[in-house]
């Protein structure tokens, strides 16, 4: 099975789309709604068929990390559909397992850990325990259960996602 060659902007357009992407990182979380503008206007440069283009990944990814930050999961969720439906329609081999991850976050900002664990699956059988490297701990440890005790991991999460509040609040002082 190939994999897919993704293409390249013109790149004075791509040179704006990380420019945008660049800005709304440096905003947040002094102005989440500005660094979500920011990101959205990225995503919105691209042209379509958007998943064909290399920058389209970083851009959308960063984009969904935004949205969750924000509490709109529900748009991340759709972004994130389109890109696994893409991935697995389009007949090649898939070696990214971040979308994967991104989706199994999201659906843990949204409580829902039983099918975040089926994400993290899937992120696993995609790139094993390499694909989890830059992840916490706790997402490695979902994809290789065999069973959840939900709530606990939902207490795991929630401490998670408290301490990287923390961490960014005593960044930016």
């Known amino acids: 099975?190939?994999?897919r060659m993704y293409h390249d902007l013109?790149?004075?357009?791509?040179?704006?789309?990380?420019?945008?992407?660049e800005e709304a990182a440096h905003i947040l979380p002094l102005d989440s709604n500005l660094a979500e503008?920011?990101?959205q206007k990225a995503w919105d440069l691209i042209p379509e068929p958007k998943h064909t283009w290399g920058i389209t990944g970083v851009t959308l990814h960063q984009y969904v990390q935004?949205?969750?930050?924000?509490g709109h999961t529900q748009r991340s969720v759709e972004l994130l559909n389109e890109e696994i439906l893409d991935l697995e329609g389009a007949g090649y081999r898939i070696i990214h397992a971040e979308p994967y991850?991104?989706?199994?976050?999201?659906?843990?900002?949204?409580?829902?850990?039983v099918l975040a664990h089926e994400y993290l699956k899937k992120a696993y059988s995609i790139g094993s325990a390499r694909a989890f490297r830059d992840q916490p701990k706790l997402y490695l440890k979902?994809?290789?259960s065999k069973a959840l005790d939900e709530q606990?991991?939902?207490?795991?999460f929630a401490a998670l996602d408290v301490n990287a509040k923390l961490?960014?609040?005593?960044?930016d002082n």
């Not at 991850?101 to 850990?113: F, V, Y």
């Not at 606990?152 to 795991?156: E, T």
Request: charged share 20%.
């Open 152 to 156: 606990d991991i939902l207490l795991q």
């Open 101 to 113: 991850i991104q989706m199994a976050e999201t659906l843990l900002h949204q409580s829902k850990p």
């Open 37 to 39: 503008e920011k990101a």
């Open 167 to 171: 961490l960014s609040d005593l960044k």
């Open 1 to 3: 099975m190939n994999i």
């Open 66 to 70: 935004i949205l969750n930050y924000n």
């Open 142 to 144: 979902m994809a290789k």
């Open 10 to 21: 013109e790149a004075q357009l791509e040179e704006a789309i990380w420019a945008l992407g």
